[in-house]
């Protein structure tokens, strides 16, 4: 069955460090996600990406937060200026169709901030 | 605004007891409403949804009740497995949104 790859599963970083998280998508889907989980909280929607533009995106992402498909194949979160509260799993979403319906997840990059 | 509450984990049960993860929701409007679960060192997968009130969901022999007068939509499993033991995410989306809404997750641990 076809998944979403996510790449690297563990990155550490320095405070205020430039951090790009690489998801590939499956490869027919058409809407694209970021979400991420601190640990022992919830998981929150951070952006959703569709036509090459953004076109949903939460408080938290300000404008430290970007995203780019650059190859159409690559999704990519970059962080500007990483912060100690970034530490996070940053997981990478698509979908076929938007909407609710039916996300396909990858298995999560462990973004530790030092 | 929306939200969505789980109970706290980890869930430990011997195989073949019966399950009951509790999930409740807030929401404005008509969400509609999912199960996610993550296996170890997978992504989270979708187990179940419902669209509507009264709706049943059911998928790999869980189940999940759109309850709108509870705004509930808990999880059972008649006969837990060992396989699984994996982290549950409740989670509703609202129409005309890209966005879903998860709870914390909750652990569940299954010993022979």
């Known amino acids: 069955e076809p998944e979403v790859t996510q790449t690297p599963s563990h990155q550490v970083t320095q405070m205020g460090q430039e951090v790009i998280l690489r998801c590939v998508p499956i490869?027919?889907?058409?809407?694209f996600y970021w979400y991420r989980q601190i640990l022992g909280q919830k998981v929150e929607f951070l952006v959703s990406?569709?036509?090459?533009?953004?076109?949903?995106k939460s408080e938290i992402f300000d404008d430290q937060f970007s995203v780019e498909r650059p190859d159409g194949s690559n999704f990519t979160l970059k962080i500007r200026s990483t912060k100690l509260e970034d530490s996070a799993m940053y997981f990478c979403a698509s979908s076929p169709r938007d909407r609710g319906e039916k996300l396909f997840f990858g298995s999560g990059t462990q973004l530790s901030v030092l | 605004g929306n939200s969505v509450t789980q109970m706290e984990g980890p869930v430990t049960l011997s195989e073949e007891a019966f399950l009951t993860i509790n999930c409740t929701y807030t929401?404005?409007?008509?969400?509609?409403l999912f199960w996610y679960v993550q296996y170890p060192g997978e992504g989270l997968q979708l187990l179940l949804k419902a669209t509507k009130a009264d709706d049943k969901g059911s998928n790999k022999g869980f189940e999940a009740t759109y309850r709108k007068e509870t705004t509930s939509f808990h999880l059972e499993k008649g006969s837990v497995q060992v396989s699984d033991s994996a982290v549950y995410f409740c989670a509703l989306s609202d129409h005309g949104t890209d966005k879903l809404i998860f709870g914390t997750g909750t652990r569940l641990q299954v010993f022979p």
């Open positions: 990406f569709y036509n090459n533009e953004i076109s949903e």
């Open positions: 490869s027919n889907h058409l809407y």
């Open positions: 929401a404005t409007g008509y969400p509609s």
